[in-house]
């Protein structure tokens, strides 16, 4: 269907809706915030049921709840994974407010079932929302993990349709989408660069997070700017009632975190810390081989983050939220001609302002700050440069949420980011003076969005989630814009059955430039403009999500998206030390299409899940491959993951993990032109390519098995988390290269042909983590 064509189809349905009237009836409000009793922090997603009836609703982000009831005299039940359930008579006759703290239950084998209780299976089935997968951080903790550093974006990739980057990558490829194409939130401020360690780690500290949710598609309208996907996480609030220290020490890193009420009851802080120390290794041996010629120093390298939060409760209907991160990364090598420093990271900062106009009628104001930058710098004996090249942005955002009745939920707001772009900044010269170069670009950006939404229940069976977004982009006096539907719908077939549908147009406006012959993260951000049009995705999907005995859940999905005017560099484009990047980048199409199976069980001592995709991701650019389609290079035909997680008692449970991926595309030379223009002196080799990415690597497979030993401290928890990567010791590939094979016998040299090797980073790695909290 035209594009046309579906904007005048959501119009109409935003006439009916503005039209269709409201049938009056006998209601009530309640309405409150859930908490634990332990630590005074919202319950996310804890649920609310009217025995007897269909009526029930979820927490929000905030632990708060509201839903409109018969008047009368009715049973309440508010339910929370973990914790005790509670059931209160309620004559209700006028509006209510009612908060409850709920206890943690006394049964902690409840803590290993995997799923949330906010993406429990009832809500899959009434819920519009699809394509959507949620984390919390305790399930995250369970599974095992690349020298034992949990990771909630590679806990991610074992979702269906979420790819990694390859070996040990927390890079995310998302139905077809490339890695810049992914919206990533902390507390509502954007991060640039969510990886450490070149991409092996993301920066999100477990110990400071509350839970992720990622959406593949059927994007909640008051999300924009990225193509693909939007990763949205949250921070722990701290606890307001006692003070609690917590932390690990691993064989890579060691973390910290520190939380406590700042007023006991009304307000709490958070602040949590992670370094690695294999530089403290790395320069002992340095320093013991120092003086060895026949020694090359070990690059230092490490990093370290620092998280932070602080709440408070102004009042029955005001909450402030103040939350930042702080992450470097340090790469360095030096030796007695040579002085290579390379450090890069992200700046993050969030101010949340939540008002309680009343149970119905609710906003949250935000301005957030985020900064990505990185720095190279190398000093010779004689000459010395430095390369930097960073982005900045201050955002303003405001979100209402509106209950007008219980057919309607309505979300409408507007937000406003100011971008710095520094490109490329190149500054040399020699020590002397007499030399000095600079070059690079800096330029401005605004970009803006407004936004409404309603989830409409036409029928108990029948809830149509839809709205609109308005996006644009200033730079240099050209406005840029797009008008953004979004659409979907769920049709429950029967009580265990339900059919979803959903439409969506995303547009970007900021793009990124990757050296990929780089192995350094030297990236550049740049702006929309009138050679750099904004991209622009279409992605239809249509699922079915069958529920077995509440315990068991299977669902499948297929989508079909484009991608158009995709951003690559040209082939031998320069990104650094020239006047203009624009006549280094071509411009073209992409297509991805496939279908997600997904099977799940969450009952009992044994849980887990089973994903697979089956997939096609290509890119079309007219000025590669002369003009031919060739598949993307995280094209992956077929991807498996199984999860499994059993606990044998209250203080042992193990864990599994099995993936399985079609390998990745890559371009190969089939033939090689070699000439010598004077005899003696070296030859000159040039590769002959075939049409690009028409090679694949070997595909790649893994297991890895887990432990986590709970011990019994006299004071607080504690536990051993064992776990073994990579168990079989399968040598997957990184990359592969060619290496020339001589004829050392004659006396003069003769290149007799080349021989492929691979490069596999990682063999089996077993790791120990010691886990406290008092």
């Known amino acids: 269907m035209?594009?046309?064509?579906?904007?005048?189809?959501?119009?109409?349905?935003?006439?009916?809706?503005?039209?269709?009237?409201?049938?009056a009836q006998e209601r009530v409000t309640l309405s409150g915030t859930l908490t634990s009793a332990k630590t005074g922090e919202p319950l996310i997603g804890a649920s609310?049921?009217?025995?007897?009836?269909s009526s029930g609703v979820n927490t929000d982000i905030e632990g708060k709840y509201s839903l409109l009831i018969p008047k009368g005299n009715r049973q309440v039940q508010f339910t929370y994974l973990g914790y005790e359930t509670i059931t209160r008579e309620l004559n209700l006759t006028r509006n209510t407010t009612l908060n409850l703290a709920l206890q943690e239950a006394d049964n902690k084998l409840e803590e290993v079932v995997v799923e949330s209780q906010r993406n429990s299976f009832e809500e899959r089935l009434t819920s519009p929302q699809m394509s959507l997968e949620t984390l919390t951080t305790r399930e995250a903790k369970l599974l095992p993990a690349l020298f034992g550093e949990v990771d909630i974006i590679k806990t991610?990739?074992?979702?269906?349709?979420?790819?990694?980057?390859?070996?040990g990558s927390s890079g995310m490829f998302v139905r077809g989408g490339s890695n810049d194409q992914n919206l990533v939130l902390i507390d509502n401020a954007l991060v640039y660069n969510p990886s450490h360690l070149f991409g092996f780690f993301s920066v999100f500290n477990p110990d400071a997070m509350q839970g992720v949710e990622l959406y593949k598609g059927g994007f909640p309208a008051q999300f924009g700017g990225r193509l693909s996907s939007v990763l949205d996480v949250k921070m722990r609030e701290g606890n307001k009632e006692e003070y609690d220290v917590s932390g690990g020490v691993g064989l890579i890193a060691s973390r910290l975190t520190v939380e406590g009420p700042i007023q006991k009851g009304k307000s709490s802080f958070l602040v949590s810390g992670r370094r690695t120390y294999v530089d403290v290794f790395t320069r002992m041996i340095n320093e013991a081989k120092e003086g060895d010629p026949d020694w090359s120093p070990i690059p230092d390298y490490y990093f370290y983050d620092f998280n932070a939060k602080a709440t408070f409760d102004l009042g029955p209907k005001d909450r402030l939220f103040i939350s930042g991160y702080y992450g470097r990364d340090f790469f360095k090598f030096y030796d007695a001609n040579f002085n290579f420093n390379f450090n890069w990271g992200n700046t993050v900062g969030s101010v949340r302002w939540s008002h309680l106009f009343s149970p119905k009628f609710f906003v949250n104001t935000m301005v957030t700050s985020s900064s990505y930058a990185y720095e190279i710098k190398n000093q010779l004996d004689v000459f010395d440069f430095s390369l930097t090249s960073n982005i900045s942005d201050l955002n303003a955002k405001v979100d209402f949420e509106y209950l007008p009745n219980e057919q309607h939920h309505i979300k409408f707001g507007s937000s406003v980011t100011d971008h710095t772009f520094v490109v490329g900044r190149l500054e040399a010269g020699s020590n002397d003076g007499e030399l000095s170069v600079e070059a690079g670009n800096e330029y401005k950006g605004q970009e803006y969005g407004a936004y409404v939404s309603d989830d409409w229940t036409i029928h108990p069976t029948?809830?149509?989630?839809?709205?609109?977004?308005?996006?644009?982009?200033?730079?240099?006096?050209?406005?840029?814009?797009?008008?953004?539907?979004?659409?979907?719908?769920?049709?429950?077939?029967?009580?265990?059955?339900?059919?979803?549908?959903?439409y969506t147009r995303m547009f970007q406006y900021v793009h990124l430039v990757s050296n990929s012959g780089a192995s350094l993260p030297t990236d550049i951000w740049y702006p929309s403009s009138p050679g750099v049009k904004p991209q622009i995705s279409d992605q239809f999907a249509l699922g079915l999500t069958k529920v077995h005995k509440k315990d068991y859940l299977f669902s499948t999905e297929v989508y079909y998206k484009t991608m158009s005017r995709q951003l690559d560099l040209r082939d031998g484009a320069q990104i650094f030390g020239v006047e203009e990047l624009e006549p280094e980048f071509v411009f073209g199409t992409g297509k991805s299409y496939g279908q997600e199976f997904y099977f799940e069980k969450k009952g009992g001592k044994t849980t887990g899940w089973i994903g697979y995709t089956l997939s096609w991701t290509n890119r079309t650019f007219p000025d590669i491959n002369n003009g031919k389609t060739f598949p993307a290079r995280f094209d992956r035909r077929h991807d498996i993951s199984i999860v499994a997680i059993h606990e044998w008692n209250d203080r042992i449970s193990a864990t599994a993990t099995f993936v399985y991926g079609t390998g990745d595309a890559y371009s190969l030379p089939v033939q090689r032109?070699?000439?010598?223009?004077?005899?003696?002196e070296d030859f000159t080799v040039i590769p002959i390519y075939p049409e690009r990415n028409s090679f694949r690597l070997a595909p790649y497979h893994r297991m890895d098995l887990g432990l986590v030993y709970k011990l019994k401290p006299k004071r607080g928890s504690s536990d051993l988390t064992f776990s073994v990567y990579n168990v079989y010791n399968r040598r997957n590939p990184y990359f592969v290269y060619f290496e020339t094979i001589w004829n050392e016998e004659e006396q003069t040299r003769e290149i007799l042909g080349f021989s492929a090797k691979q490069v596999s980073l990682f063999p089996i790695i077993p790791s120990i983590t010691y886990n406290f909290k008092f």
């Open 2 to 23: 035209p594009n046309s064509r579906l904007i005048q189809l959501f119009l109409c349905t935003v006439l009916l809706f503005t039209c269709a009237p409201v049938i």
């Open 48 to 53: 609310i049921a009217v025995v007897g009836t």
């Open 156 to 167: 991610l990739q074992l979702k269906p349709g979420i790819q990694s980057g390859g070996e």
């Open 462 to 502: 029948f809830t149509l989630s839809y709205g609109l977004r308005l996006s644009g982009f200033l730079n240099n006096g050209n406005n840029y814009n797009g008008i953004e539907p979004r659409l979907a719908a769920s049709y429950r077939l029967n009580e265990t059955l339900t059919l979803k549908g959903n």
């Open 673 to 680: 032109f070699v000439f010598q223009d004077v005899p003696g």
